[in-house]
């Protein structure tokens, strides 16, 4: 019997969108070849670095909330081709064996980085080697790509947009082991995505009420809560479905309000596809993966927040795209749902078109089979000189 491609997924649970994104290529890959994989996903962060990023996934929520315009400037001054390798350069220091034990307790036929920050680091570690699996590194920022994702020495570099695209170049990637192929989204939305009726009776939702979907991403983020009320305040006719995620603390101060039309609170949900095929409109944060999935899902969307810096070219993807408006303030998108409403089922249909439009559905398989492709690539002769070797010895190597 042949041998199993062991693919190595690296990401990082800060957000949801990570995950997201590595079990929608793995599970394209397992049904496509089926029990010919064997797929590993690892929190780098959380299981191979050290304080404080090792706390990351932890604090990221609270971070992003409580102190979004710090995020933003971090995000911004650390984002030039430099500083983007310098830093990377110090946090592999920091965690150097541990990632170095990383690299011998998962051995790969194919090295898969779906996590900015993990990029760089990771990519030093497999060069301590002789020889390392070929370094795949899939974008999962949709326009304003950190300097983070981009490493000159990856076999191939995936990026969801054109704009990406030339970031990558910018950084000084060889064009040609750039491609565009979109965000990767689960099979799940392009293959068994159900209708309406029938996900909304699954759910056991009203089968004729116009339904707002409210998600704040993986954790909750933004201010959730004040536009799931302001949106309550309208006694509009529709039902509202309002995902906390993984806030608990959210999820509890929502199923405790009494709300005007049917309204459903979920904590972190598995059925992702169900939930947009029932929906109508989905108010969302500019999360990459929840757009992406809600244009495959033909949902057009009201964002009512970005996290600075790292999502704010996800607005003008999805204003430019016609796929939806951006609306900063609960009272801002309470207007939009109930003139969206008011528009009628043809208006709704008419955004529903619009925002499918922008979607990948086929970017997940594309993906998986550039994967497969280089898990059956030969394991790659690291290459030393003597200068890379002085130049990683002062810190500012490559
Ligand atoms: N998600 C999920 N269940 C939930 C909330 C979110 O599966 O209860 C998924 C969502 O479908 C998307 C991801 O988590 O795939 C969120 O990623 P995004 O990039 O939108 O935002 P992030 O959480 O990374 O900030």
């Known amino acids: 019997m042949k041998a199993k ?8 649970d800060t957000g949801g969108g990570h995950r997201a994104a590595a079990e929608a290529i793995r599970d394209a890959l397992m049904m496509q070849h089926g029990d010919a994989v064997s797929v590993r996903i690892v929190d780098v962060f959380k299981d191979y670095s050290t304080f404080p990023f090792k706390y990351f996934p932890d604090f990221y929520p609270w971070i ?45 036929d194919v090295v898969v980085c779906v996590h900015s920050i993990v990029t760089r680091p990771a990519m030093h570690a497999l060069m301590a080697g002789q020889t390392r699996p070929p370094f795949v590194v899939v974008v999962t920022d949709l326009v304003s790509t950190h300097y983070f994702w981009y490493d000159k020495r990856a076999e191939r570099t995936l990026v969801p947009t054109p704009l990406a695209f030339e970031r990558g170049v910018l950084a000084g990637l060889d064009p040609a082991r750039l491609r565009i192929t979109g965000l990767p989204v689960h099979p799940q939305f392009t293959q068994a995505l159900t209708d309406q009726a029938t996900a909304r009776a699954e759910l056991g939702w009203n089968p004729d009420l116009p339904a707002i979907l ?26 509202l479905a309002v995902i906390a995620g ?106 529903r078109e619009q925002a499918r439009q922008l979607g990948h559905p086929n970017a997940v398989w594309e993906i998986a089979d550039e994967v497969w492709a280089h898990a059956n690539q030969p394991r790659i002769p690291v290459k030393r000189k003597m200068a890379a070797r002085l130049a990683s010895i002062v810190g500012a190597g490559s």
Request: aromatic share 6%.
């Open 5 to 12: 491609k062991r693919i190595l997924f690296l990401m990082s």
């Open 64 to 108: 992003v909330n409580s102190s979004k315009t710090s995020y933003g400037w971090s995000f911004k001054l650390s984002n030039t081709r430099n500083r983007a390798r310098v830093i990377a350069r110090g946090m592999y220091v920091t965690a150097e064996s541990k990632l170095k034990r990383m690299v011998r307790e998962h051995p790969a």
């Open 214 to 239: 409210v998600i704040g991403g993986g954790d909750g983020l933004g201010p959730l809560e004040k536009t799931a009320r302001a949106i309550n305040s309208r006694k509009l006719r529709c039902q």
């Open 246 to 351: 993984r806030n608990e603390a959210l999820k509890a101060k929502l199923a405790s309000r009494r709300w005007k039309q049917p309204t459903y609170i979920y904590g972190f949900v598995d059925d992702m596809p169900r939930l947009m095929a029932a929906a109508d409109i989905l108010v969302t944060k500019a999360g990459p993966a929840t757009i992406s999935e809600a244009c495959i899902a033909g949902l057009p969307m009201i964002l009512y927040d970005a996290i600075p810096g790292q999502e704010s070219g996800n607005v003008d993807h999805v204003v430019n795209g016609g796929a939806g408006v951006f609306e900063p303030t609960p009272r801002g998108v309470a207007d939009a749902v109930a003139s969206w409403l008011a528009e009628g089922p043809e208006g709704l249909a008419h955004r």
